[in-house]
């Protein structure tokens, strides 16, 4: 199944059976884009377990009922007994681990943005389980590399704007990322976190060199994870191309995608620019 960043090869995990546990942190997530999440989780398995952590009784969370129904998510119900006390992020990862050790579950999605999840993604992966994190661009590096693979909202769904919170320009937090509204354009996070093809170049050179044949040939599909083990954030989304065969098409200069003429594999080639090219690559 194609991933984000293999584009048109296998990944780390990917599998269609491979039964994963959706676990939304839902005082950090925003309940508009659960569509684009479930989608993007359905990319590595089937989503089995799905749901939402938070303290329901709150107004805040009142955007999640239709979401709820419409997908089928189950709201945990966790009551702030202390201020400054995250109930939720424990909730969450004291299901986690009970999910875990039920032994059905073989991959996780954690949708936040927040720091706080890292150590449960690392513990997910010692029991030898596929992690998924979606969370916002910022989300700190912490949590982003303790995941196999990290996707951001932005990519998800790349008309967000980013808007104030209302309580006005004295402080408070911002509010969650929205669809742009008609009416005169506004900045939107696409714009800012979009970045040009040629800044992936050096981390495609370090995969590259990891996943090269003698022959000076790779294959797209270990490129692809070759990158996610470098970088579990990488996604050729955030440079503008859909794929990551379209990302290397789009820095002519320095790689060419090929594929073989002769013989029956249909393994798309790559290879860097201005070194020969072998008559076919042998299959691995």
């Given amino acids: 199944m194609a991933s984000p960043a293999a584009g048109d ?14 676990l939304v942190d839902g005082d950090n997530a925003s309940a508009r884009f659960i569509p684009a999440m479930l989608a993007e989780a359905g990319k590595y398995g089937t989503v089995e377990i799905r749901r939402v952590y938070g303290e329901w009784t709150s107004p805040q969370l009142g955007q999640w009922k239709a979401v709820l129904q ?26 986690a681990m009970d999910i875990l050790h039920g032994g059905r579950i073989r991959g996780f999605c954690i949708v936040s943005s927040d720091s706080d999840f890292t150590r449960l993604a690392i513990r997910l992966r010692e029991a030898g389980m596929f992690v998924l994190g979606i969370g916002r661009a910022a989300t700190p590096p912490a949590f982003r590399n303790s ?3 990290f996707a951001s909202v932005e990519n998800l769904v790349p008309v967000l704007v980013e808007r104030p919170s209302r309580g006005g320009r004295g402080g408070g937090r911002r509010g969650p990322e929205e669809p742009a509204p008609p009416g005169p354009p506004e900045r939107r996070a696409e714009d800012r976190t979009r970045r040009a093809p040629d800044e992936a170049v050096p ?6 060199d990891q996943i090269v044949r003698d022959d000076g040939v790779g294959v797209l ?9 470098l970088d579990p954030s ?20 320095r790689f060419t995608v090929e594929i073989p003429s002769k013989g029956t594999s249909r393994q798309v080639w790559i290879r860097r620019k201005g070194s020969k090219p072998p008559d076919e690559p042998a299959p691995g």
């Fill in 147 to 149: 995941c196999n693979v």
């Fill in 9 to 22: 090869g296998p990944h780390l995990g990917s599998g269609s059976e491979l039964p994963l546990a959706f």
């Fill in 70 to 95: 419409e997908h089928a998510l189950l709201p945990i119900q966790q009551f702030s007994n202390a201020t400054g006390k995250n109930a939720t992020d424990s909730a969450l990862i004291i299901d």
């Fill in 203 to 208: 981390l495609l050179d370090e995969a590259f």
């Fill in 221 to 229: 599909a270990e490129l692809g994870n070759a990158l996610l083990k």
């Fill in 234 to 253: 990488f996604d050729s989304r955030t440079y503008g191309r859909a794929k990551l065969a379209d990302l290397l098409k789009a820095l002519p200069d």
